[in-house]
Structure formats: C-alpha cells, structure tokens
C-alpha cells in the first residue's frame, strides 16, 4: 500500500465543514468518493483537522493510503476531474507509510478577514466578514497579543463531544497579530493545535475590544484556567481560512 499526502484548497460556502455527515456535502466526504473511485474499493482521507461549515483553506493536508499504481502527477490531475470546482488538490505526493496529517502537525495558521468599507463586493461576500461600524484598531492590535504563549482556552472553545474524555484544552500560540490592510482588518493566528470555533471566538472577542466593550486585561482573565466565563461572540465562519499546516 502507498501512502499518499496531498495539499488541498476549498471553499467552504457550499459545505458542513470537513467531517463527513450522512446526506450532507462536507469536504472530506467529497475527498472520499473521489479517491475510492479511483482505487475501486472505499478509501478513508485523514484532514490535519477539522474545518468548520463555512470555512475556507488555502492549504489543508490530507492523506489516503491506496494500492493503485498510478503516479502521483497523474493522480492529482485524477482527482481534480472527480472533484467539484470548489475544492482542488494543489499537490500529491508520496508518505511515510505511518505519516497521519493530524498527529503529525507542528503548527497550523489560520487567518481571519474584515472588510471594514462602507460596500462590500458581492464578490467578496463569501468570503470576508462585513464590518463597516466603528473599531478601536489600535486596541484590537494591542488585544491581539494577549494570546501569545501557552494558555488555557477554555473561554475561547465550543463544547464539543470529547470533552467526556476530558482532554486539555491548553494550547500555544506562537504567533498571533492583526493589521489594518487599506479598506481590511486581518487578523492571523499561528498555534499548535486549536479548539472548536476556538479563531472564530479569539475574533469575536478582538471585535468587543474594538467596540470598546473590553479589554486586553479582560481578555487575560478569560485566560485564567477555570475563569468559568465563555468569551464571544463567536464570529462567523465565512471570514476564516486555514492558510498553513505545518510539520
């Protein structure tokens, strides 16, 4: 058997996120039936992680072990005819028979985009969220670094079905910035591992600090392990991008 890891962009608009769902178009479900009718049998996609519904990438990694010859080239130009126009393989290549894009990661970077003009494009609308009200920038910079370093992000995470098994939800930060691009506010996160929703919430609560309605050190007590305070509002998913996995 080969093991094959590929590099994979989409957008998300038309999708429930990664995961596969019964009767639902979901990213990984539409990975699936391409490469189990190239391998004749059904073949499972492991994803680096799981996207949410809504949410774009520039660059998920995903792999499948198959036993067809076919070579690598041949096969991304194989599953980009199977695939529909909203998600292309951007490269194929071959693994270590043990390679998992999940459990192997180093890093992963997202980023989160607003449009802050007075019209949005309906060409961008997809893909930006469109926020043309008032915002302390410079308090929503100065915010941004809170997160860096190894924290507890409890506040900042969905409920989700693993936490019966009662797993940590300490991640690291490595590197966490939002900028002002022109008519765009953009806000990038580089970390170990994240949870549910966990950008989506560190974004929305960037916008209640612009808003004025927090503050950097009240988002170090959302930090605090057993705070018992959800942060939020959770922002929505069109404006995140999965821009890097790293490993």
Same mark, same amino acid.
């Given at each position: 058997?080969?093991?094959? @890891? ?8 038309? %999708?429930?996120?990664?995961? *596969? ?12 039936? +391409?490469? !189990?009718? *190239?391998?004749?049998?059904? =073949? ?18 995903? +792999? %499948? ?57 309906? %060409? ?22 809170? %997160? ?9 995470? +969905? ?15 490595? !590197?966490? =910035? ?5 008519? @765009?506010?953009?806000?990038?996160? @580089? ?27 009240? *988002? ?22 999965? =821009?890097?996995?790293?490993?």
């Amino acid at each position: 058997m080969r093991r094959i @890891r590929i590099t994979v962009a989409y957008d998300g608009t038309d %999708f429930h996120g990664w995961q *596969i769902q019964p009767d639902l178009p979901t990213i990984q479900g539409a990975l699936q039936n +391409a490469v !189990s009718e *190239i391998e004749g049998r059904p =073949v499972q996609v492991d994803g680096s992680g799981r996207t949410d519904a809504g949410v774009h990438a520039l660059a998920q990694v995903a +792999a %499948f072990s198959i036993a067809n010859p076919i070579p690598t080239p041949n096969l991304k130009k194989a599953l980009n005819r199977l695939l529909p126009p909203a998600i292309r393989v951007l490269s194929a290549e071959e693994a270590a028979p043990d390679f998992h894009p999940r459990r192997h990661a180093r890093s992963k970077t997202y980023e989160y985009r607003i449009f802050r003009g007075e019209v949005c494009s309906p %060409f961008e609308r997809q893909y930006v969220l469109h926020h043309p009200y008032p915002l302390d920038t410079d308090r929503i910079i100065e915010a941004a670094a809170v %997160f860096a370093g190894e924290h507890d992000f409890t506040a900042f995470a +969905a409920s989700d079905v693993s936490d019966a098994e009662g797993r940590s939800k300490v991640r690291t930060i490595f !590197s966490t =910035v939002a900028r002002v691009e022109e008519d @765009r506010l953009i806000y990038r996160v @580089r970390g170990n591992g994240f949870l549910k929703h966990m950008v989506r919430n560190l974004v929305g609560t960037l916008l209640e600090c612009g808003k004025g309605n927090l503050t950097p050190d009240d *988002i170090r007590r959302l930090l605090v392990p057993g705070c018992g305070v959800k942060a939020g509002p959770t922002a929505p998913a069109r404006g995140l991008f999965l =821009v890097e996995v790293e490993y």
